[in-house]
């Protein structure tokens, strides 16, 4: 239980009470999901008083609500300020995974537990979702990214690419031999990443970047 100090600076300082509920959340359920996270749990990793927590968040569904458009606020910021090219969007958003591999798993703990079924927030997160896939199309109509496939093709395929090795390391070590962790692989990766990117682009454009060329 919160000793009486932390239940006085909580009660002093909401924002600062809110922003630790929110990370130990995250942390909480990325280790058990939101079927198997525990609200007592969650208190003990924010050193708050339970009450505090229905305070603030009304319960385990409301809390969890406010992780998911948390972290998806910081994503939709990450791809509006990302570079339009591929070859540099790609290794942007696998370091940005390599370094949140909680969401990651919260995700994964959201597949193995929705069976399907709607999951929460599911209409905004469409709509998020969404708002991407404009965002690629937007990319095809400047000449930036092919035309060749569908938008909600391609960023479901650039967001594979991207999140796999940490959704799935222990794949990614039996195929390449290399931990997913490694930062050696991780500068692989990357190089990987930014070389298939031409993969997304326009057959003229490849041409007009490709080292030695003229452009016109």
Request: charged share 25%; aromatic share 8%; net charge positive.
């Amino acid at each position: 239980m919160a000793s009486s100090a932390h239940i006085d600076s909580a009660t002093r300082d909401p924002a600062r009470t809110r922003e630790r509920i929110l990370r130990a959340a995250l942390k909480e359920f990325a280790a058990r999901g939101f079927a198997g996270a525990r609200v007592d749990a969650i208190a003990l990793r924010a050193v708050i008083n339970k009450r505090m927590l229905y305070h603030y968040f009304g319960g385990k569904e409301g809390l969890f609500r406010a992780v998911l458009r948390r972290k998806i606020s910081e994503r939709q910021t990450q791809i509006e300020a990302s570079s339009d090219g591929p070859a540099d969007t790609l290794p942007d958003w696998f370091a940005t995974n390599c370094k949140d591999a909680d969401w990651i798993r919260l995700l994964e703990w959201e597949a193995l537990q929705s069976a399907g079924k709607k999951v929460i927030d599911e209409d905004e997160r469409c709509a998020a979702a969404a708002r991407a896939v404009n965002r690629v199309r937007n990319q095809q109509q400047r000449g930036l990214v092919t035309t060749q496939f569908a938008a909600p093709e391609l960023l479901l395929a650039m967001v594979s690419l991207t999140m796999f090795p940490v959704a799935f390391p222990q794949l990614t070590r039996m195929i390449l031999g290399r931990a997913a962790s490694a930062p050696a692989f991780r500068r692989r990766q990357a190089a990987f990443l930014k070389k298939f990117a031409a993969a997304f682009e326009p057959a003229q454009r490849r041409r007009k970047l490709a080292p030695g060329s003229k452009s016109t």
